[in-house]
T-cell receptor
């Protein structure tokens, strides 16, 4: 157990739907990062939050959004889902910035049918 | 912007043989460098990291990596591979000097390691 908790572990949903992925960072970590992992794109950085504020944005689609709450847990919202959104979504956390390395959760596998 | 290249998509080694996985990075200064391992259906686990100092760093599970500035490389090595080492390995680069945010890690495309018994 890495200390980073992601729920749910698996999610199957239909095209056009909206889902929310949840991440609880390791105790004491202030930064949360979201990554998407797919066979064709590899590990793609989506977005980072630090202590409730957005700090960096990567290849995140406009249909996707995220936030970090006062208790430091984070949610990634995916809407108007398409088949191509099927992927593993990882959350990672770190104490401050990512320079010290991340601790990853076990991921949420999203399947859009 | 930083980038990472892992030139080998797949590598197969025999159990007990030595292993070297290649990683080349692009960054304007000395970066922070990492190796992660991912087993099927699992998240990524940190094997080792380099920030500064001794260019040979030791990690978990008997892995080590050497930072070579002149070659912009950070290759991962293990003297004797075990069947349980079969997994996907990712090299990552981060930019030092930034705290609190904006300091994402950039990952390579990964190297899939197969171990033959």
């Amino acid at each position: 157990d890495s200390g980073v908790t992601q729920t749910p572990k698996h999610l199957i949903t239909a095209t056009g739907q909206r889902v929310t992925l949840r991440c609880s960072p390791r105790s004491g970590d202030l930064s949360v990062y979201w990554y998407q992992q797919s066979l064709d794109q590899g590990l793609q950085f989506l977005i980072q939050y630090y202590n409730g504020e957005e700090r960096a944005k990567g290849n995140i689609l406009e249909r996707f959004s995220a936030q970090q709450f006062p208790d430091l847990h984070s949610e990634l919202n995916l809407s108007s889902l398409e088949l191509g959104d099927s992927a593993l979504y990882f959350c990672a956390s770190s104490v401050t910035g990512g320079a010290s390395g991340y601790t990853f959760g076990s991921g949420t596998r999203l399947t859009v049918v | 912007a930083q980038s990472v290249t892992q030139p080998d998509i797949h590598i197969t080694v025999s159990e007990g043989a030595s292993l070297e996985l290649r990683c080349n990075y692009s960054y304007g200064a000395t970066p922070y460098l990492f190796w992660y391992v991912q087993s099927p259906g699992q998240g990524l686990q940190l094997l080792l990291k380099y920030f500064s100092g001794d260019t040979l760093v030791q990690g978990i599970k008997g892995f080590e990596a050497e930072f070579k500035r002149s070659q912009s490389s950070f290759n991962l090595r293990k003297p004797s591979v075990h069947w349980s080492d079969a997994a996907e390995y990712f090299c990552a680069v981060g930019a030092p000097g930034l705290t609190g945010g904006g300091n994402k890690l950039t990952f390579g495309t990964g190297t899939q390691l197969k171990v033959e018994l």
